[in-house]
């Protein structure tokens, strides 16, 4: 039984090492990620070429429940806010009202 106790412990504090250095390789941030969805067809970080600009928009997350709440699809964007959770909306939206290049707060 010891013999196996060490090797698994060693193993063990290696996964450990390993897990504590992730931060070095850390993935952008989860709103940032979701937002790369909207670059399509609002440019990168939603600040153009493309339609609206939606960088810097304040009040986003409201803007874009009323599109996926809305009990009939109106447009494109519609089916867009649809496709996410609330939480997600709120991760892209902070995200990209903490961009500039801007459409402003209409
Ligand atoms: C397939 C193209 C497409 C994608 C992808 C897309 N949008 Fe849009 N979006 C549009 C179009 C086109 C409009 C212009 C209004 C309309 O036609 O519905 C628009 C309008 C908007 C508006 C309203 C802008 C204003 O000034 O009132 C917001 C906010 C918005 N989009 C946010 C987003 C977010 C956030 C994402 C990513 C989750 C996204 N869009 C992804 C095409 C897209």
Do not use: V, W
Not at 39 to 58: E, M, R, V
């Amino acid at each position: 039984m010891p013999i196996f106790h060490r090797p698994s412990l060693a193993c063990l504090s290696i996964a450990l090492l390993a897990a504590a250095s992730q931060p070095a390789l850390s993935a952008p941030a989860a709103g940032q990620l979701l937002a790369s969805q909207c670059a399509q067809c609002h440019g990168t970080n939603g600040a153009g070429p493309g339609f609206d600009s939606i960088a810097g928009k304040d009040d986003l997350y409201h803007e874009l429940l009323e599109m996926k709440y809305r009990s009939h699809i109106e447009g494109i964007m519609d089916r867009q806010a649809r496709g996410y959770t609330d939480y997600q909306l709120r991760l892209i939206s902070d995200y990209l009202s903490a961009q500039s290049g801007g459409g402003g707060d209409d």
